[in-house]
């Protein structure tokens, strides 16, 4: 019986490698995520892994879950929010944290999911908390691993991004694009990234490697391509870039936990691309195509029973 610790595993990412994972015979999966009503869901989902509830940027009994882990999964992740030091306790302090865990254990393997942001000309709290969280991975020599560095992800149980921009369609009667809509995008799909992530886990991968999608696109043909999947209400229309910061910036005045705010808009118009490796031939998985993922992400029936309630 091997035992793998996931931590952020109530999210998008830790969502999606679980419903794969939870397939391979002779696994424990153990589940750490601090958001109870995600958490919730995962327990709901998938009742025969172990679910803790707990901050791991604070040390507690959940330190205790990783005696004995021969894999960890280190993907938990503060990326949209207000508050700066939110972004500090995810992102670093709870870092710090797990890698303790796994050295007190001696855990003899882990993935660590990064970001494209380490590379990018965008200044916010998730890009300096993932450059952060980043460099101290690569103090961390005593533990074999490797570094993944996805960018921009859609798919299942995305809240904050596409996923989040899909349902808005469905809400509104007119559905904006700031400017013309043409900033690059690398949208990569979570299911080949979770593909990704478990062919590291089996083959126990070291290295850091730059994970984006192979299709460079445009920040507003990717609104289209989800439109005329869905087929929403919603007319798009295209309106000032300085007109939407403005809305995005009294949303986040009345809203606690906005979904998009304007320092991700200044990231999104960034003109700047990730570099594309044949991570299809490293990893071993097969590359979903752009529009047929759109497709697996929102028009199997099950996406309305579940991930809208997400």
Known sequence: MQKIVITGAAGLVGQNVIARLKTQPGLKIVGIDKHPSNTALLRRLHPEIEVIEADLAVEGPWMDAFEGADTVLLNQAQIGGLIEQEFTDNNVIATEKIVAAMRRHGTPYFVHISSSVVNSKADDFYTRSK????????????IPHVVLRPTLMFGWFDRKHLGWLRRFMDRVPVFPIPGDGKFIRQP??????????????????????????LEQTYYGDVIRLIHDTVKPKARIVHI?????????????????KPPFTTSQLEALV??????VIDWP??????????????????????????????
């Open 131 to 142: 450059s952060t969280q980043e460099r101290f991975i690569d103090t961390v020599t005593d």
């Open 188 to 213: 990569l799909y979570v299911g080949d990234f979770a593909s990704i992530i478990i062919s590291s886990l089996n083959s126990k991968q070291t290295g850091t490697y730059d994970i984006s999608g």
């Open 240 to 256: 000032p870039y300085q007109l939407f910061w403005w809305l995005l910036f009294i949303y986040g005045k009345v809203s606690a």
């Open 270 to 275: 960034i003109p700047e691309t990730f570099a």
């Open 281 to 310: 031939a490293i990893f071993n998985v097969q590359a979903t195509p752009l529009k047929d993922a759109i497709a697996e992400s929102y028009l199997d029936p099950r996406y309305s029973k579940i991930v809208l309630d997400f």
